[in-house]
């Protein structure tokens, strides 16, 4: 587990008060970060300025472990979301594989109704 610290740098200056976080991977370090960048978003997103900003992370040394843009974060998504109108795949088991030629035959099936009624004219 590292102890972690949020940077903002805006215009190539960091500001004060760095944020200080127990992380303990850099898949926690990216979802912690998009996590404080959302936020800051969510309160201060009229500024047109924050998505030049950047979210740096570094360690108790000041090494730099990460460098996140505000743009970076707000675009990416964190994780799917779950949507319950989603269409689902039918599993196997319940006959859901199609074939081309079952999906040519349904295709076909206007045609030869139209074929069948146009012979008995």
Do not use: C, K, W
């Amino acid at each position: 587990m590292v102890r972690a610290y949020f940077y903002i740098r805006l215009d190539g200056a960091y500001l004060a008060a760095p944020t200080a976080q127990d992380i303990t991977d850099m898949d926690a370090a990216r979802t912690a970060a998009r996590t404080i960048v959302r936020g800051l978003m969510r309160q201060h997103g009229g500024d047109p300025r924050l998505l030049d900003a950047a979210l740096v992370i570094a360690d108790e040394a000041g090494t730099t472990l990460l460098e996140m843009s505000f743009l970076e974060a707000l675009y990416l998504p964190v994780e799917p979301v779950n949507d319950p109108n989603r269409r689902r795949p039918i599993p196997r088991e319940f006959g859901a594989v199609r074939t081309s030629r079952m999906l040519l035959s349904a295709a076909m099936a206007p045609i030869r109704r139209f074929a069948a009624a146009r012979a008995t004219r």
